[in-house]
């Protein structure tokens, strides 16, 4: 098994102290309030669940969106293969990202404007049924008396009951399935409301940006073909080969990289790895010798078939027709590049438009150095 979250931690491996929620009234002006946002602003936090959006721009976004209630949303899904930092993060530190979501909630109750109503603000932590498992007792008593409460992500609502608005729509009780944006959560999201959402990554470094703690670090998951597997945390500005080097993990082998996730993500080779990880912080190793690359790309195509949602065609049939093209005896190249373009164009959500991104990036930056 891939994950290992008691053992690899580096740079922060201090037990956390509980942090209590900031008290919501007295303290809850507007001053108070938009002093949190330029803190959030000035340490520079983008979003950790993949898509990198500036903290600050989303928190403002849903301030000034109108509504008498709005939510505060933690995404804990966690669900695509080779992520596991989510599950550390709250193993390690439930305390830290309640505390980044109550910050949330207080700064979106305080009005936006002298003029305006204090708005009605509730938090949901959509929760990873296997890390519900392990650690819901833990969470649920530290929720005591707070208006956030766990909703469990159905068990079998697969990879794409962790797309944010399909998050949503499952606390609603809906179809599991993305929404067409816009209108985007931040003005319309959980029961027509304003909503935020952001990854638990992201609400803990909130907490730690308001206490002074935030060191510019992150939480990388390291997996695949390497000795020391885990979650690790490390600064930001750490280039892939570094954070491989710092965790003894830089193998002395011909090797690829793929980044992002174990399904979605961009493969690199290893001449390109002196740039800072993106995304949702994975890096998977891959030896070369020991790589079936037929395989690893029916791999990649098995997971977007099996994990479609099937609402929109061109990813319910184009992953088929993909990997019926991938596997023929004379695959059709010109067709299967114009089958991976029109995914990219006309998918509905993140999950459709990244097929092409692991098989491009591979066939690009890998395959032409082990057929050379
Ligand atoms: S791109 Fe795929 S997963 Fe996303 S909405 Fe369309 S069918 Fe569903």
Redesign the pocket.
Known sequence: MYLNLDSRLRGNDKKEVASSPPASGGRNDNMYMNGILEKIKSAGLVGRGGAGFPVDKKWSAVQEAVGAKKYVVCNAAEGEPGLAKDGYILEQYPGKVINGMQIAIDFLSAPAAASADRAEVRGYLYLNYKYHKKLGKKIAALLKNSPIEIFVKPLNSGY?GGEESAALNAIEGRRI??RLKPPFSSSKGLWGCPTLVNNVETFYNVSLVKSGQYKGNRFYTIGGDCPHEGVYELPESFTIEKVLKQTENYPKFPFFAQIGGNASGEVLSSRQLRRPVQGSGSIAVHSITKTNFKKIIIDWLDFFINE?????TP??EGTIRLKEIFIAEKPDWVLFNSLLDNLVDT???S??SSVAVPIRSYLKNVYPTVNK
Request: charged share 15%; net charge neutral.
């Open positions: 794409i399935e993305p479609s949602c099937g609402q929109c990813c319910r998918s509905l959500c999950l459709g």
